[in-house]
């Protein structure tokens, strides 16, 4: 079932992608200079630029696909690991140079953009920062070269403990699961993910375990998902979609909760896993053409898209750069995808291969 689903999947992460890079170009403007950008935010208009509840969902669906792999598979840790990193770190690291060549180009103060802007590239590029970058290790600005990065710190952490994760999931009974991530989540309290830090990885590591316990359980949760009715699906659905677009709360509430409010969103993320997984509406939605495509560029369009806007801000006025920015980036992520993504794949597949062709 999952297998024919995955390019469900795979559009619900190109759909998440673009959240993403279009909350970037929102989060450019000034509040107090442009309103219609925070009214945007606020707005059901949210589904379109929740950027955080986007990546929560990326998180989610690593755990999912991840675990969903390896448990159809007899592949052993060290072919798990090239595989994994075959995949995901070439493109990284070619963004992390990309990113620096813009920093490097174009770099340096801007007057009348946010605050959120002028945490990147306002310092010079050096060998400290771009080894910091690369290497993933210690705490750092993970902003200071691209906004997006600070996801993949985590993505690539926890890769490199995921099928240990999947082993405790797997076996662990489910309320032990759930109190290992409720302790990874309050581990994290009062620190900033954005700054590469260690205790935020445990709190993800926890969202990567959901998606393997959905993994463990699908049988149950899409009995459970077609059991119900139309209208009570419907209502759920509404219910599911509040949560991922507000679930994440207002500054003061996260302020009180912290990470803990992560979880209201990870709720609503895993029922549209489950829709896109068992829904014929849904699914046939998820396959429509452009979100397809979509789906098979998300990395690349995730990796590229700060560094053209940034460029685009530093260069043009900033409704020039807002109007060249979507065409720009897409330009961008095509020829991204198949010089540096498309190889990585190919990579990826070929280790999977070799594995295979061991295990036989």
Same mark, same amino acid.
């Given at each position: 079932m999952i297998r024919h689903r995955h390019s469900e999947l795979d559009a619900l992460r190109g759909l998440a992608a673009l959240s993403v890079v279009l909350r970037h170009l929102l989060n450019v403007f000034p509040r107090d200079t442009y309103p219609l950008a925070d009214l945007l935010v606020k707005a059901p208009t949210r589904i379109l630029f929740a950027g955080h509840e986007a990546v929560l969902l990326f998180f989610l669906l690593s755990g999912f696909v991840l675990?969903?792999?390896?448990?159809?598979?007899?592949? /052993?840790?060290?072919?798990?690991?090239?595989?994994?990193?075959?995949?995901?770190?070439?493109?990284?690291?070619?963004?992390?140079?990309?990113?620096?060549?813009?920093?490097?180009?174009?770099?340096?103060?801007? /007057?009348?953009? =946010?605050?959120?802007?002028?945490?990147?590239?306002?310092?010079?590029?050096?060998?400290?920062?771009?080894?910091?970058?690369?290497?993933?290790?210690?705490?750092?600005?993970?902003?200071?070269?691209?906004?997006?990065?600070?996801?993949?710190?985590?993505?690539?952490?926890?890769?490199?403990?995921?099928?240990?994760?999947?082993?405790?999931?797997?076996?662990?009974?489910a309320w032990a699961v759930a109190v290992a991530a409720a302790g990874a989540t309050t581990a994290a309290a009062g620190t900033s993910p954005y700054e590469a830090d260690w205790l935020p990885t445990l709190h993800?590591?926890?969202?990567?375990?959901?998606?393997?316990?959905?993994?463990?359980?699908? /049988? =149950?949760?899409?009995?459970?998902?077609?059991?119900?009715?139309?209208?009570?699906?419907?209502?759920?659905?509404?219910?599911?979609?509040?949560?991922?677009?507000?679930?994440?709360?207002?500054?003061?509430?996260?302020?009180h909760f912290g990470f803990f409010t992560d979880w209201f969103v990870v709720a609503g993320d895993a029922w549209l896993i489950m829709a896109a997984l068992s829904s014929r509406r849904f699914g046939s939605a998820l396959r429509l053409p452009a979100i397809q495509y979509l789906g098979r560029v998300s990395y690349s369009l995730y990796l590229v898209h700060a560094?053209?806007?940034?460029?685009?801000?530093?260069?043009?006025?900033?409704?020039?750069?807002?109007l060249l920015y979507l065409p720009l980036t897409f330009g961008v992520t095509a020829i991204f995808h198949?010089?540096?993504?498309?190889?990585?794949?190919?990579?990826?597949?070929?280790?999977?291969?070799?594995?295979?062709?061991?295990?036989?």
């Open positions: 675990a969903a792999s390896i448990l159809s598979s007899r592949l /052993d840790y060290p072919a798990f690991l090239r595989r994994r990193l075959c995949r995901i770190y070439p493109p990284y690291a070619a963004a992390v140079g990309l990113a620096a060549l813009g920093a490097i180009c174009f770099g340096g103060p801007r /007057d009348g953009v =946010s605050t959120w802007f002028a945490m990147t590239w306002n310092e010079p590029v050096t060998p400290a920062m771009l080894s910091e970058q690369l290497l993933l290790v210690g705490r750092f600005d993970t902003a200071q070269l691209n906004t997006a990065f600070w996801s993949l710190v985590y993505e690539m952490r926890i890769s490199l403990i995921f099928p240990l994760l999947l082993l405790f999931t797997v076996h662990a009974p993800y590591a926890g969202i990567f375990a959901a998606g393997a316990v959905m993994v463990r359980t699908l /049988d =149950s949760l899409q009995a459970a998902y077609e059991a119900i009715g139309g209208r009570s699906r419907a209502i759920l659905s509404l219910a599911a979609l509040a949560l991922v677009l507000y679930g994440y709360g207002p500054p003061s509430v996260r302020a560094t053209v806007l940034f460029s685009l801000v530093h260069l043009l006025p900033l409704w020039g750069a807002a198949r010089l540096v993504e498309a190889p990585s794949i190919q990579l990826s597949k070929q280790a999977w291969r070799r594995a295979a062709k061991a295990e036989a």
